[in-house]
């Protein structure tokens, strides 16, 4: 007998809101037997019909919802059809070289990730019901795409949650792992085997290209740079001279290849330092830059972690507008959903009056739309993105 899990009384809105996980401690009970990747029914505690999914003991998120009617199949099939129409929206919108082409619940495919990076795909599966069917997402992707080849990075922590191992590698042809796409007009090397994510940050794409008119015939000090993303743009833009500050000395080579193949090598020169280091050193040597971009990694990767990460967001911030000068630019970021935009803007006031400085919001921006957020699922909307005046 097919496995049914009931809720408690009162914990159906969420989930029929269209938020898609049903958590461990939101069950009465469950009727039937079955193994853990199974696909479940879930009722309300009246016995309403709420939707299927994938179910999973080891895991807080007991199930996650992707069917809201008992009638689909989940065989090849449904995975094409999936697939297809969460890619068909992004052509429509214009992505072509590089998107994401499936964001996991918001494409109501719940755990699993499919980046586009020219004619390579590189994909995470997050949980132990899609890693059952993960031969099945294969070929659908081979028929919806037709790609030269797909990588998988699933060598993400969360993994283990389910009772997954880590894991990246090929899944279908033959190709190199480090991929030419094209950004915005620039050329620059996604490595899926080695690069942040998939293989490179497709959520501040948008968010790359706006910090442009925020940097023609400016000094811009690009921190947390990774491969380089905004400053080819702020390159592209006409800025004067860029500082790509990094910790990471393989990314920092990757900026140079980047650089030297859009012509920007003598515009864009790379520091190797850890960033809070290094602020404060410029802040010593009285350094001042004309804008200032801060995208850091995740500060707060769980709910335990805000309270250090408040502080060290703000520690940033505040030497990030120490450094611009008078009514230069601050362009900042939190790609933490734990830290919430209220939080982060809380932070940000708070920045300001610690580093004495009176600030204008020019932009308040979030993640690409191939990263489509659903309205019932905050932890679906999580990059803060904010280009401030320094006055």
């Known amino acids: 007998m097919a496995q049914s899990v009931f809720l408690k009384k009162h914990e159906e809105r969420r989930i029929a809101d269209g938020h898609a996980w049903v958590y461990a401690n939101e069950v009465d009970h469950i009727d039937g037997s079955g193994k853990n990747g199974d696909l479940v029914t879930v009722y309300d505690a009246a016995g309403r019909f709420l939707g299927r999914g994938f179910i999973n003991h080891l895991s807080k998120i007991l199930v996650r919802i992707f069917l809201r009617n008992d009638s689909e199949t989940v ?113 620059l090397i996604a490595d899926l085997e080695n690069g942040q994510k998939t293989g490179y940050f497709l959520d501040q794409k948008e968010n790359r290209f706006a910090i442009r008119r925020y940097c023609r015939d400016a000094e811009v000090l690009d921190c947390f740079c990774n491969v380089g993303g905004f400053s080819l743009n702020a390159a592209a833009a006409g800025a004067k001279r860029v500082i790509a500050l990094d910790i990471s000395e393989k990314a920092l080579s990757d900026v140079r290849e980047n650089a030297e193949q859009n012509g920007f090598s003598d515009r864009i020169t790379t520091e190797c330092a850890d960033v809070f280091e290094a602020l404060r050193r410029y802040k010593n040597e009285g350094r001042r830059f004309d804008t200032v971009i801060l995208d850091p990694p995740a500060f707060a ?91």
């Open 301 to 391: 990767k769980t709910a335990n972690d805000v309270k250090n990460a408040y502080r060290g967001y703000k520690d940033i911030n505040i030497l990030g507008m120490k450094l611009v000068r008078r009514g230069g630019f601050l362009v900042t970021a939190s790609c933490s959903h734990y830290m919430s935009a209220t939080l982060f803007e809380r932070m940000l006031k708070e920045a300001a009056h610690e580093s004495g400085r009176r600030i204008r919001i020019f932009e308040a921006r979030t993640q690409s739309p191939d990263h489509p957020a659903l309205l019932a699922a905050e932890e679906t909307t999580y990059l803060k993105f904010y280009i401030l005046q320094v006055l």
């Open 75 to 187: 065989d090849r099939d449904f995975f094409v059809r999936r697939i297809r129409d969460a890619y068909a929206v992004r052509e429509k919108l214009g992505f072509a070289d590089c998107c994401r082409a499936v964001f996991a619940e918001s494409d109501d495919l719940p755990a699993l990730i499919v980046d586009k990076y020219h004619d390579v795909l590189s994909i995470q599966v997050l949980s132990l019901g899609m890693e059952l069917h993960k031969a099945e997402i294969v070929d659908a992707l081979v028929e919806v795409f037709r790609p030269r080849g797909i990588y998988e990075r699933s060598d993400v922590e969360v993994r283990k949650k389910e009772g997954l191992p880590l894991v990246k590698g090929p899944l279908y042809g033959t190709f190199s792992p480090r991929v030419t796409i094209e950004e915005n007009g620039l050329k």
